[in-house]
């Protein structure tokens, strides 16, 4: 099923807010043709994470924005459909950074090829691609969760939070995940397997999530930021630990920020209560790649680690499902299907 134009969808203008679809512009283009050292990829899945908001913003963050009139830029499942590059061949599956568009060029570089009899292609966007490592890296080198303490995770049920309460688990910690939605919340508990699950929406919400950890916390992998972080930050333990790995609830806001100046009290706890805060921004940890791909292959392939992904068909509804995945719209690590397999 050969499509006659690569369809793409840029970035039409930066948002104010939360983005609405009329930031986004979809277009068709020709499909490009390789040239020597070239090959052309057909897009069947685009992976949709959170960081993508941040690109759509001006200014430089640790990567440079998208511009205005740009294909806005994602992580890819693609397969290789033209190939005058010696290392590929047509139906050669690989791992690609091709962005929101059905076709793309690549010279190679950056591409790994995948193995769909190992598992399925997927997951290469999330539980053993850069979700999952950002889980495993960050968790492990920052966090360092040790037998019995208490490992606290939001966005529970979604790509990074998934993973890192069951590798809590699977290390000897309690996980205690926070999540939007009882439907959410089951899920975190029964299917993954974590100690307690906490509707971050419920009115009580901070006491429950202090009946959920008797005693205190000692590892808060910090996805959200906003309300959770104010629930969570009281329930410290000393030396707790604290990766900082993503702020969903702020990704929207501009400064000023409302509310009262907290940093002054925040940083007296830091000190008094020895604790360690740490950004990261997981390629940091690129030298960990292959333990990641062996052990949470191995986790994965055992049934210790579960995962979910949301599938949602059509590159054209990749706008409107950023949108959801910026209010918890989502149900699992996010993937959009742009053709079939
Ligand atoms: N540092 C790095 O290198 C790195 C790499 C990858 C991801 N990240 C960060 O990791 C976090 C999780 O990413 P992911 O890919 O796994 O996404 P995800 O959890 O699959 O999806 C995002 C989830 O965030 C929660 N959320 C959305 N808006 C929220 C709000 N206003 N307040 C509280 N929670 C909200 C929702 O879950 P609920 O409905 O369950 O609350 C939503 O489903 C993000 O902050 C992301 O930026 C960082």
């Excluded at 061949?89 to 091709?98: K, Q, R, W």
């Excluded at 990766?243 to 940083?267: E, K, T, W």
Aim: charged share 20%.
């Amino acid at each position: 099923m050969s499509k006659a134009s690569n369809t793409r969808i840029l970035l039409a203008r930066r948002p104010q807010g939360l983005p609405v679809p009329e930031d986004f512009r979809i277009e068709e283009a020709p499909i490009p043709a390789p040239r020597e050292g070239e090959l052309l990829l057909r897009i069947l899945y685009l992976s949709l994470d959170p960081y993508m908001r941040g690109r759509m913003n001006a200014g430089k963050s640790y990567a440079r924005p998208v511009e205005i009139g740009e294909v806005m830029e994602g992580g890819t499942v693609a397969e290789v459909v033209q190939s005058r590059h010696k290392e590929f061949a047509p139906g050669d599956i690989v791992l690609s950074y091709s962005g929101w568009q059905s076709h793309a060029l690549s010279a190679g570089a950056g591409l790994r090829k995948l193995d769909p009899q190992e598992a399925p292609v997927t997951t290469a966007l999330g539980v053993l691609g850069m979700p999952g490592f950002t889980a495993y890296a960050g968790l492990l080198s920052i966090g360092r969760p040790r037998p019995g303490e208490t490992v606290v995770v939001a966005a529970a049920s979604g790509a990074v939070g998934s993973a890192v309460g069951q590798i809590a688990r699977i290390k000897g910690a309690r996980a205690v995940g926070i999540a939007g939605g009882p439907e959410k919340c089951a899920f975190v508990r029964g299917t993954l397997g974590f100690d307690a699950a906490i509707d971050r929406r419920a009115p009580d919400f901070a006491a429950r999530l202090a009946e959920a950890c008797p005693e205190g916390v000692d590892v808060y992998f910090e996805n959200v930021g906003g309300a959770v972080w104010d629930a969570v930050f009281p329930l410290l333990n000393d030396f707790a630990r604290i990766p900082v790995c993503g702020l969903i609830a702020q990704y929207n806001a501009a400064p000023p920020f409302p509310g009262p100046d907290r940093l002054p009290p925040v940083m007296a706890q830091v000190l008094t209560r020895s604790l360690t805060i740490r950004g990261f921004i997981q390629r940091e940890f690129a030298d960990q790649r292959p333990a990641f791909y062996r052990e949470m292959g191995q986790w994965v392939r055992e049934g210790r680690l579960r995962y979910r992904e949301d599938i949602v068909d059509g590159l054209e509804r990749a706008p409107e499902a950023l949108i959801g995945l910026l209010q918890g719209r989502n149900f699992g690590k996010l993937i959009v299907r742009v053709a079939p397999g």
